[in-house]
């Protein structure tokens, strides 16, 4: 198999690349479980939006949540997830579709009105672990104006090229796409 070495917040990790479509592999980013990396971009990103008001922070679920548990213990916030399903506990759940770059089907965006009561009217800061085509951002932001947040700020450890121009997202590197030869 193939790798990528990825340079990130000064440590180095080795990334499968995996093939998505015929012509495209991406190099496979999984930030969570990894408690050093997840620990170190926390403390770098939390410094790169430097002296930020805010409420909250929001990710959505799953890989972006052990990165935004960590910048909210440094942040000393709370925190919303935005599931992918609704769950029968949920109380007027708002749900919004996405279809990110690594998943085939369409995704649902789901935030739980008790979630919902917490963040409406607060300024909050929305958390990824990676943001690709920035489809996922979008509809995670369109769940926060329905839900009437406020969201002041985007953060992510990692904007893979090709996709979203990174415009409005703090970010710590870039990851390359591999065109795949035919
Ligand atoms: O900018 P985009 O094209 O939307 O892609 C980025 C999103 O895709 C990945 O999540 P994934 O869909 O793999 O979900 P998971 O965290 O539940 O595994 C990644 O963790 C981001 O949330």
Redesign the pocket.
């Known amino acids: 198999m193939d790798f990528y070495e990825l340079h990130l917040a000064g440590l180095v990790r080795r990334l499968p690349k995996v093939a998505i479509s015929k012509n495209l592999s991406i190099a496979s980013f999984v930030m969570m479980g990894d408690t050093e990396l997840v620990e170190r971009c926390a403390e770098k990103l939390t410094e790169r939006l430097g002296d930020i008001s805010l409420d909250a922070l929001v990710c959505?679920?799953?890989?972006?949540i052990p990165l935004t548990h960590a910048m909210a213990r440094i942040m000393k916030l709370n925190y919303v997830v935005i599931r992918?399903s609704v769950k029968g506990y949920m109380v007027g759940p708002l749900v919004e579709t996405?279809r990110?770059?690594?998943?085939t089907e369409e995704?649902t965006l789901v935030m739980d009105g008790s979630d919902v009561a917490k963040i409406r009217g607060r300024k909050v800061c929305l958390v990824?672990?990676?943001?690709?085509?920035?489809?996922?951002?979008r509809s995670a932001r369109q769940i926060l104006d329905r839900a009437g947040a406020i969201t002041v700020a985007q953060a992510a450890p990692l904007l893979e090229e090709g996709?979203?121009d990174g415009e409005g997202v703090t970010f710590l590197e870039t990851l390359p796409v591999f065109p795949t030869e035919k």
């Open positions: 959505p679920e799953a890989k972006a992918k996405v990110s770059i690594t998943t995704q990824d672990d990676v943001v690709s085509t920035g489809a996922s951002l996709g979203h």
